[in-house]
């Protein structure tokens, strides 16, 4: 991946190998990207998974948190 500067890759985004991004490159929360320059090929997840993980933000929350809601990340969200 190349980035050209000033861009802004959001939470759970995938950037293929050897992506160009252009300058002011801004990604859509998980999405998948790739190309040169790299474009949006598809989301990760559904719309309602995507907005139930970005309201959660799970990687701001502290270990023991994590810790003690292990079950909850091993729930198929599909």
């Known amino acids: 991946m190349m980035m050209l500067g000033g ?3 959001e939470n759970g985004c995938v950037i293929g190998a050897r ?6 490159f801004r990604s859509e929360p998980y999405g998948i990207y ?5 474009k949006l090929i598809r989301f990760r997840f559904t719309e309602k998974v995507r907005e139930a993980l970005l309201n959660l933000a799970w990687w701001e929350m502290p270990l023991t948190w994590i810790r003690d809601n292990n079950d909850a990340f091993l729930q198929d969200l599909t």
């Open 7 to 9: 861009g802004i890759i």
């Open 34 to 38: 790739a190309g040169t320059p790299a």
């Open 19 to 24: 992506s160009l991004l252009p300058p002011n």
